[in-house]
């Protein structure tokens, strides 16, 4: 007996945020600026950012089971918490390597639907019609934290085999099996754009633009650390009573302190 899929069925499942508090807040921080691995990263940002994926509750364990385009696509939403709809974006120019500025929509960035039968993609193999799930965010997981991996389609054919024996099969399957699981697996999947068209204003050339949103879109641990410690200092508050606030609160808090402390003449500032 097959085991049955872990990716989620809906490819591209409509996020329900949490409110956003100091906790949440650096919980992204830190996750955006760690050096894990990006799976595991943008596993942690969607649990700490998300209430639910659709119908089904968001936790980490469920973030991993987003599809892998699913997570990108989430992953360019959760940074609207954090930026405006249209803002500018620095790309570099492929052709003559400046860097040039363009003006985009995260939530503009193509994407393609998944295919029939997802999450499931059915494939004749040398031993046999096999099952397999589209890759999700665990899987992604699991092969960043590989070593010395030969060939990524066997890595993904045992670890998407949806057959009890799926590990010892993915040794056994030849190369022509890897090929056509792997154009089975691509054709179910969703597919997430990473990179936008653009016209370099320099030399004109058409350019890719590459937009990570991991890499420019997250707030640093910098801001929330500053607030807690200013408010800490003013109202003796513990940080976990800080970074329950509402990150607009809690600002607000922080604003009205320095505002005071602005003031204040310098002769009293020294003093206290
Ligand atoms: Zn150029």
Not at 228 to 255: G, K, M, N
Request: charged share 30%.
């Amino acid at each position: 007996m097959d085991r049955a899929p872990e990716t989620l069925a809906r490819a591209y499942p409509p996020a329900r945020y949490r409110a956003l508090d100091g906790h949440a807040e650096l919980a992204v921080a830190e996750a955006a600026g760690s050096a894990g691995s990006r799976p595991a990263r943008v596993t942690t940002i969607l649990a700490a950012l998300c209430a639910g994926f659709g119908e089904v509750s968001a936790d980490r364990g469920t973030a991993r089971r987003v599809s892998a385009a699913g997570r990108e696509w989430l992953l360019q939403r959760a940074a609207l918490r954090f930026r405006g709809q249209w803002d500018w974006y620095e790309a570099p120019c492929d052709a003559c390597g400046a860097r040039f500025d363009l003006r985009l929509s995260l939530t503009d960035i193509p994407h393609v639907d998944a295919g029939p039968g997802f999450p499931v993609a059915e494939v004749s193999t040398s031993l046999g019609r096999r099952r397999f799930e589209a890759p999700n965010g665990g899987h992604e997981e699991a092969l960043a934290g590989m070593r010395d991996v030969e060939d990524p389609r066997r890595v993904f054919a045992a670890l998407c085999g949806l057959s009890e024996a799926a590990e010892a099969e993915a040794i056994r399957f030849d190369l022509h099996d890897l090929a056509r699981i792997d154009a089975a697996l691509e054709a179910v999947s969703p597919d997430v754009a990473d990179s936008v068209d653009a016209v370099c204003p320099y030399c004109g050339s058409a350019s890719k633009a590459r937009i990570d949103p991991l890499t420019f879109a997250f707030p640093g641990v910098e801001t929330p650390l500053r607030e807690v410690h200013l408010i800490a200092s003013a109202y003796r508050w513990t940080e976990p009573e800080i970074l329950d606030l509402p990150v607009a609160r809690r600002r607000a808090y922080a604003e009205l302190i320095r505002a005071e402390r602005g003031r204040l003449p310098s002769r009293v500032r020294r003093a206290s």
